[in-house]
């Protein structure tokens, strides 16, 4: 089953639920616009290289296209077609006005230099600059996309429109008109989640096991920000594999190791050492070990189908949240949900990246920049929400989280879709 069929899947699921009339769920199945692109790149040899990429605009009911960018070698338009119709779903979530987009270009950016990778970038966003704007189409960092691949979109598509416009992506650094706190984002949004479940259930961090399976943008931040509050971080991977150490591990160093040493995994030693407490130690272990570690939070923050039918019976998690998009696959779903296993889904948990933007375009629009304390507050304040509108209908309709993020976001694209 391709990644966009079990979009669909999910979708038809929360319409059953809520009876939903079988026009919305007809086009909320098909994005409204897909775009393939082929467009040439110079190498460092001298020689021409033509690359393929998507932009793919599902849903702009409630606003503007809204989605970002992601450079990786699986990259393909079911994915594309997936992630950008997640999009239209999580705006709905959170309640900001933007709908559904995203793009890919099949691409490892790793293989490149980062002349190749600027070349490449610019003339990605030359082939899509027809079909986006700042009040059409708004293109972030997605997987190995960042802030300054963002500025160098934002420098070519001001010089395809002939003058500057800094709403035309978001995820920009700060110099170039980025939002304070859009680095942090999807995760500090995860945490917030997090944090009210903790308060509510009583449970003290200390005493909480966490994994976090991706050590990017979203894991990496994730990890810091779970440490700062007091929870216990076992294991952490990346692309190459992963580590697991018996007495935590203190995030800033497994960066600072990761930078040096280029993989999670070749640090085994170097973070047991950083504890200095007797008998701590670490050992590697593959990605899908580490899915299965003993603990009682789960993050994942790398890509999608890592839980699938094969693994989630022997996942030891009590919760899951979901940073990455769509890392667990329909049927594993059901197999949690029957194992009392509470998945915090993607289109919520990890909205706090896309709010974010929003509040970016926000600032950029006025041209009047707030403190990150402020951003935060704000952000807070529309996750608790999306969270107690979530559980309301989870607890309406005797649902997962998953099916009650759906019935929420529809609901609300629904009722636009009929004006
Ligand atoms: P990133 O490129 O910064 O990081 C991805 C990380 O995952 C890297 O550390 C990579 O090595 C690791 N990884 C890849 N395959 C892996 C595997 N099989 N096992 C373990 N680790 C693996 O990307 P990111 O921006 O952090 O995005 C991660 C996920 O979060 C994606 O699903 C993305 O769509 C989602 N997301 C990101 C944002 C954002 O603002 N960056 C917002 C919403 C959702």
Redesign the pocket.
């Known amino acids: 089953m391709s990644l966009f069929q079990n979009t669909l899947k999910q979708i038809w699921k929360a319409a059953q639920l809520m009876k939903l009339n079988k026009d919305v769920e007809e086009v909320l199945s098909h994005p409204q616009r897909e775009i393939s692109v082929a467009f040439p790149v110079r190498m460092d040899d001298g020689c021409l290289k033509i690359f393929k990429g998507f932009r793919i605009q599902h849903n702009d009911s409630r606003g503007p296209y809204k989605g ?1 960018i ?1 450079f990786h070698q699986d990259v393909d338009k079911e994915e594309v077609q997936a ?1 950008a119709t997640w999009m239209t779903l999580k705006c709905a979530v959170v309640n900001i006005p933007l709908g559904g987009g995203k793009g890919g270009v099949i691409v490892n950016p790793k293989e490149l230099s980062e002349g190749e990778l600027e070349r490449l970038s610019r003339s990605y966003f030359r082939a899509i600059a027809p079909v986006i704007g700042p009040d059409i189409d708004v293109p ?5 996309t960042n802030p300054k691949i963002m500025g160098w979109f934002a420098d070519e598509y001001a010089k395809w429109a002939g003058k500057d416009v800094r709403g035309i992506v978001t ?1 920009k650094a700060i110099d170039d008109g980025g939002s304070k706190g859009r680095g942090s ?2 995760a500090q949004g995860g945490v917030y989640i997090l944090q009210e479940m903790a308060k509510r259930n009583n449970w003290n961090p200390a005493e909480t096991k966490v994994v976090i ?8 931040t994730a990890a810091k920000l779970l440490a700062a509050d007091g929870y216990e971080l076992v294991g952490i ?4 594999g ?1 580590i697991v150490c018996n007495h935590g591990i203190d995030p800033a160093g497994l960066m600072q190791c990761k930078v040096e040493k280029k993989t999670v995994k070749n640090c085994g030693v170097h973070v047991s050492e950083l504890h200095g407490v007797e008998g701590s130690s670490c050992k590697m272990v593959e ?1 899908e070990e ?1 899915l299965l570690e003993e603990c009682d939070i789960l993050v994942l ?4 189908n ?1 839980i699938t039918k094969e693994n989630a019976h022997k996942i030891k998690a009590k919760v899951i949240i979901e ?5 667990i696959t329909p049927d594993a779903d059901e197999i949690l949900a029957e194992r009392g296993i509470i998945v915090v889904p ?1 289109i919520l948990a ?1 909205a706090g ?2 709010t974010v933007s929003y509040f970016e375009m926000l600032q950029n629009a006025d041209d009047e920049y707030w403190e990150e304390d402020d951003v935060n507050e704000k952000l807070h304040k529309i996750m608790i929400k999306a969270l107690a509108d979530v559980e309301g209908n989870a607890k309406k309709y005797d649902c997962t989280l998953r099916e009650a993020a759906f019935v929420t976001a529809i609901e609300r694209l629904k009722d636009k879709m009929h004006l």
Do not use: I, Y
Not at 237 to 240: A, E, M, P, V, W
Not at 301 to 304: I, Q, V
Not at 323 to 327: I, K, R, S, T
């Open positions: 970002g992601r992630l972030a960092p997605d997987v190995n995820g984002a999807t399976q991706g050590f990017g943008n979203a894991g990496g991977s990346d692309s190459q992963g990605n580490l923050a790398a890509l999608e890592q940073l990455a998009n769509g890392p993607d990890n990246g896309v």
